[in-house]
């Protein structure tokens, strides 16, 4: 099975990717989470990706286009996969058209800007695990009592300033995918407001999944 997981940045979609790919037997592929390890380990990729990501841009469709085609072409995608974060322009979901990639379904995240800043800005990071906490309530779990204070972190792009141009680029250049795949008959709406318990079993259900 591939999906696409598309929504505006907050929306629960990595949360709800990492809740489902064990009972889908299928990997999540977040370019924002490759884009952020190029980051860290310094690579040419890192280096030109880094200012973009940290003013709320996006990284140009040919450096992530790039960077999806080599993910999917490994082994562990066989099965399938979730693409979370990609595409996010049409020129990306034309190269995945091009790549002969066949997408199951696209998932559609709806939510409201208020959920979005309060989800972002409350949004932890663990370095040790990747694992997503929130010290906003809304039913993303919140970092345990004994976790220490230093393994999370708070992305650069999670910070205020950040956080509106992502939203502004988010309805500029990736909504119009809504369009794009909705023409395909892909779409499949989910109310993105809700806690992400069931977002997530809203989510399997439409796809049939126990
Ligand atoms: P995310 O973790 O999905 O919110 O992505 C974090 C940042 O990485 C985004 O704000 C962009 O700067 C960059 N990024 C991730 N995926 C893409 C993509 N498909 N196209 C362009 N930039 C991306």
């Known amino acids: 099975m591939k999906l696409i997981f598309l929504g505006p ?3 629960g979609k990595g949360t709800v990717a990492q ?3 064990d009972d889908l037997k299928i990997i999540q592929i977040s370019t924002g ?3 952020r390890e190029a980051v860290k380990k310094g690579t040419e990729l890192g ?3 880094k200012a973009y990501m940290d003013a709320g841009e996006l990284v140009p469709d040919d450096l992530v ?3 999806l085609k080599e993910r999917i072409a490994r ?8 693409l979370d974060g990609f595409p996010r322009t049409i020129p990306q979901a034309d190269a995945l058209a091009a790549a002969k990639v066949v997408v199951d379904k696209v998932i559609n995240f709806n939510i409201a800007d208020a959920v979005i800043i309060s989800r972002l800005s409350g949004r932890r990071v663990s370095r040790k695990t990747g694992k997503i906490y929130n010290v906003n309530p809304g039913g993303i779990p919140m970092p345990p009592p004994d976790m220490p204070k230093d393994e999370l972190f708070q992305r650069d792009d999670d910070k205020p300033e950040a956080i509106s141009n992502r939203l502004v680029v988010y309805r500029k250049q990736t909504e119009p995918l809504i ?3 909705t023409k395909k008959n892909l779409i499949i709406n989910v109310d993105g407001n809700r806690d992400l318990g069931p977002i997530a079993a809203e989510v399997k259900k439409a ?3 126990k």
């Open 19 to 21: 809740k489902l790919v």
């Open 33 to 35: 989470d490759l884009l």
């Open 207 to 209: 796809l049939g999944v």
């Open 75 to 82: 082994p562990d995608c066989q099965n399938g996969f979730i």
């Open 179 to 181: 369009a794009y795949y």
């Open 9 to 11: 940045p907050g929306a």
């Open 65 to 67: 286009i790039g960077l």
């Open 47 to 49: 280096k030109k990706a």
